[in-house]
């Protein structure tokens, strides 16, 4: 078995809004497909982990912005790199309007959203999958949308090649989201406090290589 | 609401294979996503029109090839294009190998495959959605996986200016899977009956356009 043909199929990126008691959030996800066409339904599947999976969970409707290819990566770190139970995703945000279910669409770095009510929960352990109708749905621009492989090349910066810290640890990188963790080993039941992916989703960073440059 | 908001959403295209009573078959399908990852688990949704889907639903397992950029549009037309029950599709095929579950791996035009066991079947209406552990997985080759973008833009044939028949009747095409009806009016519930998908999914076909070269 090699795992890394879980890494050849294919995702969009999306963010996933809630909004419970007055409160916006939203979160990244690469989940959302649709699953009928008559009704017209979406699935997104969400970690139980996740402060937008408890408000979506609450208030039954959630909106899906889908990210395009001109998104920059300030929208994966607001969305993506932190968590709606520390801070408030949207204050200072100005790239956004409230859709008609009452949550927020995200309108930079997007083409298109899709409003959800979910009609079904269906439990899968470590993730819960909401089935929703779609009940509003417009087309925001006509740039590309991103998949999660456009992401990895062109929008996620680059790693550099540090091996270690200044004071010489080791880092592991999460291949998912980008968060570090420095230690010498990495607990093998350790979970990604940002994405929520486990330790084997994680890389050791590769040490740094002195250039020719740098030897003279 | 614009419908166009649906096709935003980034897909992967797989072959998806069964094997039931020693009866192989396969179908195209770009459902296949991650559900979990701890226990990996992905999940595949399928038309419950399909024969696939009755042998999946009986067999309990199945074999996700993931389709890569080289692949022709032959391995489309092959399995997407025509019914099991009416062709046996890897009749005179070469390009396969079994799967330690007993399905078949479909080996050129991909890149990876994955074998899955059901451990959960749920009833979304049209469709069935499969969740299934992944029991075994390989990589196959380094060429990017296809998603549905591409294979529109760079695998299947361009369709030809022809609006009408030679005697004169409309044509309209499925945006799908390239299912042409013939006849002036669509009807309300046409089911195109390659991939299932409604009326709503067909374009009438724009009349030829003369160019100034045919004018002369």
Redesign the interface.
């Known amino acids: 078995?090699?795992?890394?043909?879980?890494y050849?199929?294919?995702?969009?990126?999306f963010v996933i809004t809630a909004n419970r008691d007055g409160k916006d959030n939203g979160c990244i996800t690469n989940?959302?497909?649709?699953?009928?066409?008559?009704?017209?339904?979406?699935?997104v599947?969400l970690n139980k982990g996740n402060y937008t999976h408890d408000m979506i969970a609450d208030a039954g409707v959630f909106t899906v912005s889908?990210i395009s290819e001109n998104a920059k990566f300030d929208l994966f770190k607001r969305f993506g790199f932190q968590s709606g139970r520390d801070v408030d995703k949207f204050a200072d945000y100005a790239f956004c309007k409230r859709a008609d279910n009452g949550t927020m669409i995200v309108t930079e770095g997007t083409?298109?959203?899709?409003s959800g009510k979910v009609i079904q929960s269906?439990d899968?352990?470590?993730?819960t999958?909401f089935?929703a109708d779609?009940t509003?749905?417009?087309?925001l621009s006509d740039v590309?949308?991103?998949?999660y492989?456009y992401y990895q090349e062109n929008i996620k910066p680059k790693p550099q090649a540090v091996g270690k810290t200044e004071d010489g640890q080791t880092i592991w990188r999460c291949r998912i989201c980008g968060y570090e963790y420095v230690g010498e080993e990495l607990p093998e039941d350790f979970i990604c406090p940002v994405c929520k992916?486990?330790a084997?989703?994680f890389e050791k960073i590769a040490p740094a290589v002195e250039t020719e440059a740098e030897k003279r």
């Open positions: 078995m090699n795992q890394k043909a879980m050849k199929l294919s995702y969009g990126l989940t959302v497909v649709q699953v009928t066409s008559e009704p017209n339904r979406i699935s599947t889908v083409n298109a959203f899709l269906i899968l352990g470590t993730h999958m089935v779609v509003d749905m417009e087309v590309p949308s991103a998949t492989v992916h486990p084997s989703d």
